[in-house]
């Protein structure tokens, strides 16, 4: 490990046998990789929608604290949804993570086609104090 990248786990969520980390500090920034709906215990992706978006910002509150932080330090979050229906599931997660409508961070999202029964993919970046 290098002193100037620290990397970031969540604990039972990996990318499969691919070499890539959750998430990587450098610094004050977070950056995370791909967030996906990742049952921590059983490592397999749920087919319920609203299950993978719930784990998803689940995992990313736990880059960013494992980081060092908090969600009141993530700056950008880009979602990526299979279906627009989902819209309402994510801006419902959305709104219990940063419930203060002057205090969120930049959003975009952006549909795609998703692999491995995924209906939705986030990546973020925060800035420590």
Do not use: C
């Not at 920034?29 to 929608?49: A, F």
């Not at 599931?89 to 219990?96: H, K, Q, T």
Request: aromatic letters at 4%; charged letters at 20%; proline letters at 8%.
């Amino acid at each position: 490990m290098s002193a100037h990248r620290v990397v970031i786990d969540v604990p039972g969520v990996r990318h499969g046998n691919l070499p890539i980390p959750m998430g990587v500090r450098v610094g004050k920034l977070v950056y995370s990789s791909g967030i996906h709906g990742m049952d921590p215990v059983s490592q397999e992706i749920p087919d319920d929608p609203a299950a993978q978006i719930g784990l998803v910002f689940r995992h990313m509150r736990t880059i960013v604290e494992n980081a060092g932080g908090s969600t009141g330090d993530i700056g950008f979050v880009l979602v990526r949804l299979r279906d627009a229906g989902l819209r309402d599931l994510v801006n419902a997660a959305w709104v219990e993570m940063f419930p203060d409508p002057l205090d969120r961070p930049a959003r975009n999202v952006q549909l795609q086609e998703l692999g491995w029964n995924m209906v939705i993919h986030l990546e973020m970046t925060a800035v420590l104090p």
